[in-house]
């Protein structure tokens, strides 16, 4: 079963709106991991949050972690049309051999 | 030029035929995996290598076969397609095993008929 849900699955918003991503996992993790992937494209890592860390920026991203929640969220502030594209989170543990990801959410930032 | 690069990038093939996917890598990475995507939905994990002696199943290894030919060459073998075999298919790499980011290709796009 996969650790990581995205939430929602797919989101439009126009163009200088802020987009929030939420991912939702089930066991204890090391590491929360987000992905980009423009259409048909290999994904692009964008940040790495560890499991002491609730919060991180980078640039237009801001990324939290909540594990009493088991629960992270990503923030694009000042969206723009290059920011359209597919995001996923993924979940690292130690000792589980694999880093799992979620299903996505789409993007689309309306001009 | 990009640091993990997969060829081919699109293939169309029939029902039975053997497929190779291949992948090579410039970031200097030991450990390489193929993962597959469909659409609409996340990664699955198909064989991952940590080093050149080193192969691994993943979630999903059934009707796959992988090969590190080098450090840098990671290939993926389907023996016998079959129709939903039919996805996107990425080489990735890391330096840090399942706690670190992971660097892709640009993806091989499958379609068996």
């Given amino acids: 079963s996969q650790q990581g849900e995205e939430d929602p699955q797919a989101l439009s918003i126009q163009e200088g709106e802020n987009a929030t991503m939420n991912c939702s996992y089930k066991t204890s993790i090391n590491n929360l991991q987000w992905y980009r992937q423009n259409s048909g494209r290999g994904l692009v890592h964008l940040i790495l949050i560890r499991s002491n860390e609730r919060e991180k920026h980078s640039g237009r991203l801001r ?7 088991k629960s992270s969220s990503l923030l694009i502030t000042a969206s723009r049309a290059a920011d359209t594209a597919s995001y996923f989170c993924a979940t690292g543990r130690q000792g589980a051999q694999k880093l799992v990801f979620g299903q996505g959410t789409r993007l689309t930032i309306n001009p | 030029d990009a640091d993990v690069t997969q060829t081919p990038r ?4 029939k029902t039975g035929k053997r497929i190779m996917l291949e992948c090579s890598q410039t970031k200097g990475h030991d450990r390489m995996y193929w993962y597959r995507q469909d659409p609409g939905l996340g990664l699955q994990l198909i064989y991952y290598s940590f080093d050149v002696k080193d192969i691994n199943k993943g979630e999903i290894s059934d009707g796959y076969s992988v090969s590190r030919q080098a450090q840098a060459k990671f290939s993926l073998s389907l023996e016998s397609a079959i129709p939903n075999q039919t996805a996107l298919y990425f080489c990735a790499t890391s330096d840090s095993g399942w706690t670190g980011e992971l660097f892709f290709g640009e993806g091989s796009r499958l379609t068996v008929l």
């Fill in chain 1, 63 to 69: 990324v939290t972690l909540d594990t009493s929640k």
């Fill in chain 2, 10 to 13: 699109n293939r169309i093939t």
